[in-house]
C-alpha cells in the first residue's frame, strides 16, 4: 500500500481518526506488513509486546492460559494496546486463518500515545475497563469481566479461627478487635464451624445466653469451600445453588485465607442476582415468587450485554429457574408427593442450555408405594402446569409436561416406558428416550431419577442396532454451508427464505450427537459440554477437536441468545431463525467456521455407528 492508502487505513480506525495529519504520517512511515500462517502464536502468554497490530485480513484469537477463547479480531481491528502500555502479555495472540497485519512498533505508538490527550484518553479509559476481565462492551464500565475476575479479586474478609469451646464474650471480643463481621470456629476433630453477626443476635441475645458458655452452642456447620484462584462468577453459582450468604476461601495449599461473603462479591455485579435469588428463598406464596422468577430476563439481558460468557449465564439462570420449580413444587404439591416423587426437568433445561423461558419440558416421577390419590394428583400436576404458564413458561407444543398422565407415572411404570422405547419403538419412542435422558431432578428424590437412569443404562447394554438408530437422526439435519463456504437457504420456507435456522443447523445436531456417544459411555451428565469434556477423557475425542467442538457450540449459543434478546426487544417472537446478512463479517465467518466443525462430528457420528448403513 501507498502512503496515502496506509494512511486513510488508519483513519477508517477510531481512534485513530483522532491523529494529526504528522502523527498519521508518522505511524504509515513506520508500519511493516506481516504475513501469518493459520495457528501462528503473534504474542504469547508474559511476553514484552513489541508491536501494535492492524489486521487487514484474517481473524486472530485472544486466549487465556485455561485456553477459553475471550475475543476475536478482524479486518479494520488492532491489537494488544492493553498489553503494549503494560509492557506485559497476560494472554495468547493466535491466528485462527492466514492473516496479514501491518505492524506498528511499541516505542512509537507510546510515543504518540502520550503526545496526543485525545488518544491518551481513549486507550487509558479503555485500559481501566479491561484489567480485570477484557471487557469488550464499553457502555458497561461498572462489571468487571467474571469469565477473568478470581476470587482473590474480591474483597475477601481475613478469617478469624478460634477454638470451639471459646467463650461468647473471649469470641466477641475478638471479633471487635479483628474487625470483621464472622468467626471460624476449629473444634478437636480439626472440623471448621462458622458463626455470623445473626448468630449473635438470634441466638445469644433473644435466648438471654450467658456470655461464659462456649461460642461453639451457636456455631453452624456444612461450610462450602472455593479456592481464591477459582473464577468469581463460580463462586456466585456455588452460593445461588446451595443459598449461602458466604463460602470460606482456600490457597492451593488447601489453608483456609479468608471469607468472601455476598457484599464483597455483589460489587463485581450489576444484575442485581443475589437479590433475585434471596427474593426466590423468602417468598412466601405464589404471588411472590411469580414477581421474582419475572426478574430473570433482567439478569439475563444484563449479564449477555456485559460480556458475560454463554455458559455462565445458562449455569446462573439454570440454578435460579430450578430454585423457582423447586419452591413452586413444595408450595403446591400434596404432603404425600413430598419425599416420594421427583420433579424433573428435561430436554435443554434439563442439560442446563435453556436461557430464554421457552417451552416447559417436565414430568413427575412417583415412588411405588406413594399413597396419593389419583384426584388429587391430577389436581396438582394441572395446577403446577398452569402456575409456570402465568409465570411465563410456556405450554409444551409436544404436550410434554407433567399434567400429562404420560409424563406423570410411578417409577416402575416409567421403568416399563424405557424398556418399550429401547425394545418396541413407536413413533415418538427415540425422541422421548433422548429428551428423557437430558432430565435432572428439580426437586423430590433424586435417588428415583438416578436409579431410572442406570435402568436406561442396563436395558440399553451394548447393543450397537440400538445406538446407530438412535443416532441416526442427525442424518436427517443439513448443515446449511455448501461446497463454497457460501450459506444454504431453505427455498421453500417461503416466512425464513433468507434466514438460517442455527438450531436445526447446527446446534441440534451437536446435542443429538454427544447424547448418543454419552448414552453408548453410559454417562450420566446431562449437559452438552460437560459430556463434551467426559467423553474427551475417555479419549472418544481427541482435545483439539473437544476444543473446536465446544468453541463452535458456544459460538452457535451466543448468535442465537443475541437474536432472540433483539427480538424481544423489538416485540417479535423468539425463534431459531438468523439472518446472516445482519451479521458483521468476522461473525459469518465464524458461523461457516462452526457450521464447519459441526459437519466434521457430523461425519464421525456417519463413521462411528456405520449411518450409511442403518
Known amino acids: 500500500m501507498s502512503i496515502l492508502e496506509q494512511i486513510n487505513f488508519l ?9 494529526t495529519k504528522s502523527q498519521l504520517e508518522y505511524f504509515s512511515d513506520n508500519l511493516d506488513i506481516v504475513y501469518l500462517k493459520k495457528d501462528e502464536i ?56 492466514e492473516t496479514i497485519c501491518y505492524s506498528l512498533p511499541r516505542e512509537i505508538f507510546i510515543k504518540v500515545l502520550h503526545e496526543n490527550p485525545t488518544l491518551e484518553s481513549f486507550f487509558f479509559q479503555s485500559i481501566s475497563q479491561k484489567l480485570n476481565g477484557n471487557i469488550h462492551h464499553e457502555k458497561n464500565k461498572e462489571l468487571a469481566n467474571l469469565m477473568i475476575a478470581k476470587v482473590k479479586d474480591a474483597r475477601v474478609h481475613e478469617a478469624l479461627i478460634l477454638p470451639f ?32 453477626d445473626s448468630d449473635f443476635r ?47 476461601v482456600k490457597n492451593n495449599d488447601e489453608k483456609i485465607v479468608g471469607i468472601l461473603d455476598q457484599i464483597s462479591l455483589s460489587s463485581f455485579f450489576a444484575t442485581h442476582t443475589f437479590s433475585v435469588s434471596n427474593e426466590i428463598t423468602r417468598a412466601n406464596n405464589v404471588e411472590e415468587l411469580k414477581v421474582a422468577s419475572q426478574a430473570l430476563l433482567k439478569i439475563i439481558k444484563s449479564l449477555y450485554a456485559k460480556g458475560v460468557k454463554v455458559s455462565f449465564i445458562s449455569k446462573l439462570i439454570n440454578q435460579l429457574n430450578r430454585k423457582v420449580m423447586d419452591k413452586l413444587f413444595n408450595m403446591l404439591a400434596p404432603k404425600e408427593l413430598i419425599g416420594n416423587s421427583a420433579l424433573i426437568v428435561m430436554g435443554s433445561e434439563g442439560r442446563g442450555e435453556q436461557i430464554l423461558k421457552t417451552d416447559q419440558d417436565n414430568a413427575l416421577i412417583i415412588s411405588n408405594d406413594c399413597t396419593i390419590s389419583k384426584e388429587d394428583l391430577e389436581n396438582f400436576t394441572r395446577l403446577y402446569t398452569e402456575t409456570l404458564v402465568d409465570f411465563g413458561f410456556p405450554r409444551c407444543e409436544g404436550n410434554i409436561m407433567l399434567s400429562n398422565p404420560y409424563w406423570c407415572r410411578t417409577q416402575k411404570e416409567f421403568k416399563d416406558l424405557i424398556y418399550n422405547w429401547i425394545n418396541k419403538p413407536e413413533k415418538d419412542s427415540y425422541m422421548n428416550l433422548a429428551i428423557f435422558y437430558d432430565a435432572i431432578c428439580a426437586s423430590g428424590n433424586r435417588k428415583l431419577l438416578d436409579e431410572l437412569k442406570q435402568h436406561l443404562f442396563n436395558v440399553c447394554s451394548d447393543s450397537k442396532s440400538f445406538y446407530m438408530h438412535f443416532a441416526k437422526i442427525v442424518m436427517d439435519f443439513d448443515v446449511p ?56 477423557d475417555k479419549k472418544v475425542f481427541t482435545t483439539e477437536f473437544s476444543e473446536e467442538l465446544t468453541e463452535a457450540f458456544n459460538y452457535l449459543c451466543t448468535l442465537k441468545l ?33 457450521f464447519k466443525i459441526v459437519n466434521k462430528l457430523k461425519k464421525k457420528l456417519e463413521n462411528h455407528y456405520k449411518l450409511n448403513y442403518v
Open 42 to 97: 503473534i504474542q504469547d502468554f508474559s511476553q514484552e509486546p513489541q508491536n501494535l497490530y492492524f489486521i487487514i485480513k484474517g481473524i486472530v484469537q485472544e486466549k487465556n492460559e485455561e485456553k477459553e477463547v475471550l475475543s476475536f479480531y478482524s479486518t479494520l481491528e488492532f491489537f494488544d494496546s492493553v498489553s503494549l502500555i503494560e509492557n506485559f502479555s497476560k494472554n495468547r495472540f493466535v491466528t485462527k486463518e
Open 202 to 248: 438470634e441466638k445469644v441475645i433473644l435466648n438471654r445466653m450467658d456470655f461464659d458458655e462456649s461460642v461453639g452452642k451457636i456455631s453452624n456447620s456444612g461450610l462450602k469451600y472455593v479456592n481464591e484462584n477459582d473464577f468469581l462468577f463460580n463462586a456466585q453459582l456455588l452460593m445461588t445453588k446451595h443459598g449461602l450468604k458466604r463460602l470460606v
Open 562 to 594: 443475541k437474536s432472540n434478546i433483539e427480538k424481544l426487544d423489538s416485540g417479535q417472537v423468539i425463534d431459531n431463525y438468523i439472518d446472516p446478512d445482519t451479521l458483521t463479517t468476522m461473525e459469518k465467518d465464524l458461523l461457516k467456521d462452526s
Open 481 to 536: 454451508l455448501g461446497f463454497f463456504d457460501g450459506f444454504v437457504f431453505d427455498s421453500k420456507n417461503k416466512e425464513h427464505q433468507h434466514e438460517l435456522d442455527i438450531k436445526r443447523g447446527g446446534i441440534f445436531i451437536v446435542v443429538q450427537g454427544i447424547r448418543a456417544l454419552s448414552l453408548e459411555h453410559k454417562l450420566m451428565r446431562a449437559n452438552t459440554l460437560k459430556r463434551i469434556k467426559e467423553l474427551t
Open 11 to 19: 483513519k477508517s480506525i477510531h481512534p485513530f481518526d483522532k491523529l
Open 165 to 196: 469451646e471459646t467463650t461468647i464474650f473471649e469470641a466477641v471480643t475478638k471479633l471487635k478487635e479483628a474487625k470483621v463481621p464472622t468467626l471460624l470456629l476449629e473444634d478437636e476433630n480439626k472440623e471448621i464451624h462458622i458463626v455470623t
